[in-house]
Every structure is written in structure tokens, then in C-alpha cells.
């Protein structure tokens, strides 16, 4: 059966993990590398890195950060944040990335989701949103949420699919940070909307949020950062508590 | 693990380096290469691929891997897309294949999402390269396309139907995974390739 996947989120500013992130046995908690690598022996589906840096002087650190990470990493993992054109996508995947993830980009220039569909394949192209709950519903937000767009996240991200989009990476900036729970309402409408996988973001606070995120909000995997990095969750137990709840994932 | 020649064929398809580095973390170094020379003198070869099927099939004959690849007499791999070009044909973009496999790739209906993602099961696990793994154990996907189960199917998973997980006939192997991104157990199949 196919899992549910949990993935970790790490942001990276010039080649480190940002926040301070709590773990004791790491003798260098900042190293991605490092980090990387524990998060997969903890039992992490996936990874998602995602570059804050994003000047372009400071990419090749982020391409040999990738590199470093493709190394020792035998999970699969995304690269996001600052990523704009075709040429900035070969150069992640070719430092040994499985996916890229995008965001602003593709909502300034929606055709860029099509030239990487053709380019390198559905499967590595993530389409990230943000987007916020208002009186007119579902709104698109650029640059984490603070930037309104006026386009509707339901049209845009039919639109994504239709384009190419091999994944939706959905944040709700209403639920991000709170630790309330995910967007369930929001993504089971999605799920139900579109025929690729989507990746819940936003919200996670304790166990029972990912079960509900999975089941109500039909999620296919569910990101987080925060409760990971200070280990107010530990992904084995998340898993076993999933799993007594019969959602199917890997241990 | 004895020192031996294994060549990673280079058709600028996808996720080459990631099996590199895969086979580096079990202590074997690996040459990419698109010369046939090289490829026809290696112990082993592996066969990746990620990408679009006719894209695909046309990078290889440009570099003349298409007859190359069905006369090799050492152990091959194929990976994902690598595996469906080993097959008979592709019903993505019509695309006819190596044929080393007698065998169709089909599109998978919308019945559920497509593509198939994630880490999903082994099962009725068959032959040398399945060595120490267990029924149930998770294996990485990410394919829209797929082998039905067939008389070279030597591993099945279910995701709509059951399809082949991995396909063997004489010294040509495929997997439908993805070994080099499969946590223990994929590195464990690579290491059973890697002694056959």
C-alpha cells in the first residue's frame, strides 16, 4: 500500500539550517549534511530544503550544499526558494536533487511550470503556494504571505496540474505557525479537485494533527518544521501512532 | 566486495549522479559513460533513467546504446524510465523500445493519482536480487507509467492493480523503484546487484 509520507523541512541561509534547531546529538545542528542524514536514519519519507538565501551570489553555495546532501542522502529530496528559470533547475537537479520546488516564479510566469514539465519531467516539479483564507475565499500570497495576488488558489492550481505540476505544496498561511492542525477543509477540496499528490504545510502542532490532515484533509504527505527541528515530535513515534490509527506508512 | 568495473550509462536522462553517490555509500566507485567501448568492457552496467520515454529513446540512439544495450552479456539494471525502455514499447508517446522484455508499458488510468509517489510495498519477491528482503518492505516510486505483471516479473507492488516491481530475464534485470533512493533496503538491492 502506498504510504503517507512525513517530510521534514529545513531552511537554509548560505548553506546552513536556519532556527535554531534542537538536536543535542548533532555535533553541528546548522550542517544540512548533517542534519540530512539524521532525519533519514529517524525514519523521514522526504526532505525539503528551502534556500532563504536566494541571492544569486550565494547559489553556488546552495548547489554545493546540494551536492553534499545527494552524497549521504538515500531518500529522496527538494530543493526550493529562489529557483526562476530552466538553467536553475538543471543545475539543482544535476548537483543530484530529486525535485525542485517553485513558487512565486511560476505564478509570475505560469508558462515557467510548462518549460520544466517538458524539460525534466513532471515528477521533479513541485508546485509551491501559499495562500490565505479571506471573505472571497482562498487567496494566492507571494513572498510567505505577505504579497495578496488577487488569483484564486483553486483556479491557480488546476491551472499548475493542467500545466505540468507533478506535486502541490500547499501552505496555509492562516494555519502556518499556529500549531492548531493543517487546512483540512482546504485540502480535501484539493485532493478532490486534482489527480496529483499533495503535500500538507502549515499547522502541524501534535500527532493528531497528521492523522487528521491524512484522513480529513485527504493529504498524501504532510510537511513541518518547527516540531520536528525542536522535537516536540519524533517521526518514529508519529509513525507508529499512525499506524495504530491504520494509516498506512513506512516503519 | 571485489574491485570491478561498473559503468552508469550517461544519456543526460535524469537521476545519474544520485546512483553514483548510491553505489559510492557501498564503497564501489562507478564510471558515467556514453562509449560503447566502455559499456561493453564493464562488469556491470546500470541503466537509469527519469524522464520522457521517446525523449529518452532518442537520446540513446543518437549515441547507438539502442543496439548496444539488448547485446550486453554482463549484468544490467535498468532503473524506472530504464525499465520501461527495456520493454517492448511505451504507451508514452508511442514508443517503441529494446525489447528485451517482450513486454508493454501502459499509462495507468486516473483511477487514483497520478503519478504513482512515494514509498510503497514489495511483493512476491523472487530471484537474487531481493536477497534479505522482506515481503512489505517499502521501496521509493515516482512513475505515471507501468509494467503489467508478467512472466519476467520478479517482484509486484499494488498501486490501482498490481505491476511490476522489478523484471529479470538471463543477465538483464529492472526495477520500477528507485534502489539508489530506497533508504536501507533499496542500498540492500544494489548491493545484491553489485554481487551478483
Known amino acids: 500500500m502506498l504510504a503517507k509520507r512525513i517530510i521534514p523541512c529545513l531552511d537554509i541561509k ?68 529562489g529557483i526562476s528559470s530552466s538553467e536553475d533547475v538543471a543545475q539543482v537537479l544535476k548537483a543530484g536533487a530529486d525535485k525542485i520546488a517553485i513558487n512565486s516564479s ?18 521533479c516539479v513541485v508546485l509551491a503556494v501559499d495562500a490565505r483564507e479571506t471573505e472571497k475565499g482562498w487567496e494566492v500570497y507571494l513572498n510567505g504571505g505577505r504579497i495578496p495576488t488577487g488569483i484564486m488558489l483553486f483556479d491557480w492550481l488546476k491551472e499548475a496540474e493542467k500545466r505540468g505540476a507533478g506535486e502541490i505544496l500547499f501552505t496555509s498561511m492562516n494555519h502556518d505557525g499556529t ?53 516536540e515530535i519524533e517521526i518514529h513515534e508519529l509513525k507508529q501512532f499512525l499506524k495504530e490509527k491504520n494509516i498506512p506508512v513506512r516503519l | 566486495m571485489t574491485k570491478q568495473n561498473i559503468v552508469i550509462i550517461n544519456y543526460e536522462a535524469g537521476n545519474i ?31 537509469p533513467g527519469v524522464g520522457e520515454a521517446a525523449w529518452a529513446m532518442n537520446a540513446l540512439k543518437k549515441n547507438g546504446l539502442d543496439k548496444l544495450i539488448p547485446q ?36 495507468f488510468p486516473a483511477e487514483d493519482k497520478v503519478p504513482h509517489m512515494g514509498w510503497n510495498q514489495l ?29 519476467y516479473t520478479t517482484s509486484e507492488t499494488n498501486y490501482i492493480r498490481p505491476f511490476s516491481a522489478s523484471l529479470q530475464k ?27
Do not use: W
Not at chain 1, 511560476?106 to 515528477?123: D, H
Open chain 2, 123 to 151: 511483493n512476491q519477491l523472487n530471484g537474487d536480487l531481493f536477497k534479505g528482503i522482506k515481503n512489505n518492505d517499502f521501496v521509493y516510486f515516482v512513475h505515471s507509467y507501468y509494467v503489467p505483471v508478467n512472466k
Open chain 1, 179 to 231: 500549531k492548531n492542525g493543517f487546512a483540512n477543509e482546504a485540502l480535501a477540496e484539493i485532493s478532490q479537485m486534482i489527480n496529483i499528490p499533495l503535500i500538507a504545510s502549515g499547522g502541524a502542532g501534535n500527532m493528531q494533527d497528521f492523522a487528521d490532515t491524512f484522513v480529513n484533509g485527504k493529504a498524501d504527505a504532510a510537511l513541518a518544521a518547527s516540531v520536528f527541528h525542536y522535537k
Open chain 2, 72 to 107: 550486453l552479456k554482463q549484468p544490467v539494471l535498468g532503473v524506472c524510465l530504464g525499465m520501461q525502455l527495456m520493454c517492448a514499447s511505451s504507451e508514452e508517446g508511442n514508443t517503441k523500445g529494446l525489447d528485451i522484455f517482450p513486454v508493454e508499458t501502459l499509462k
Open chain 1, 14 to 81: 548560505d548553506g546552513r539550517t536556519v532556527k535554531g534547531i534542537n538536536f543535542v546529538d548533532l555535533k553541528d545542528a546548522g550542517d544540512p549534511v548533517e542534519l540530512a542524514k539524521a532525519y533519514a536514519e529517524k525514519g523521514a519519507d522526504e526532505l525539503v530544503f528551502l534556500d532563504i538565501t536566494a541571492t544569486h551570489e550565494k547559489r553556488k553555495t546552495l548547489l554545493d550544499m546540494v551536492g553534499k546532501v545527494a552524497q549521504v542522502l538515500n531518500i529522496p529530496f527538494t530543493v526550493g526558494g
Open chain 1, 106 to 123: 511560476a505564478v509570475r510566469n505560469p508558462e515557467l511550470i510548462t518549460e520544466l514539465a517538458n524539460r525534466f519531467g513532471s515528477q
Open chain 2, 170 to 196: 538471463d543477465n538483464f534485470y529492472a526495477c520500477q523503484f528507485h534502489p539508489e533512493k530506497s533508504g536501507d533496503i533499496g542500498q540492500e538491492i544494489l548491493s545484491n546487484f553489485i554481487n551478483l
Open chain 2, 17 to 47: 549522479q544520485s546512483v553514483k553517490y548510491a553505489l559510492e555509500r557501498l564503497g564501489v566507485s562507478a564510471e558515467i559513460s556514453n562509449c560503447e567501448a566502455t559499456i561493453k568492457h564493464a562488469d556491470k552496467v546500470i541503466f
